[in-house]
Nanobody
Framework: VQLQASGGGTVQAGASLRLSCVAT????????AAWFRQAPGEEREFVAA????????YYADSVKGRFTVSRDSARNLFYLKMDNLKPEDTAIYYC??????????????????WGQGTLVTVSS
């Protein structure tokens, strides 16, 4: 399985970005997808996840109401739409997947495959 994230960039506070991740090599469609991020000098943290059906999404409190995770399983794509970006959202964003077992979505250790990361920088 290979994941390729894209869509990062440098924006001003209040702007929007949409990250994309293409996931190739999964056998079947029952894989959960998630986004994590890591700011300089900080530990990696959970951002958002979506189940394999795409009908349940989970968010960190810090992004709830501003970020939206979605997927297009037919095209092996999933997305993170980020609105009203804040300087504290500055980080490298990683996409990740695993077999969906309906819990533990915010646990980075439960994911099997990771993309290379895409940098998001938000200036004030």
């Amino acid at each position: 399985v290979q994941l390729q994230a894209s869509g990062g960039g440098t924006v001003q506070a209040g702007a929007s970005l949409r990250l994309s991740c293409v996931a190739t090599g999964h056998s079947g469609s029952t894989w959960a997808a998630a986004w994590f991020r890591q700011a300089p000098g900080e530990e990696r943290e959970f951002v958002a996840a979506i189940n394999w059906r795409g009908d349940n999404a989970y968010y960190a409190d810090s992004v709830k109401g501003r970020f939206t995770v979605s997927r297009d399983s037919a095209r092996n794509l999933f997305y993170l739409k980020m609105d009203n970006l804040k300087p504290e959202d500055t980080a490298i964003y990683y996409c990740t997947t695993r077999t969906d077992y309906y819990s533990d979505y915010d646990n980075g250790g439960s994911y099997d495959y990771w993309g290379q990361g895409t940098l998001v920088t938000v200036s004030s």
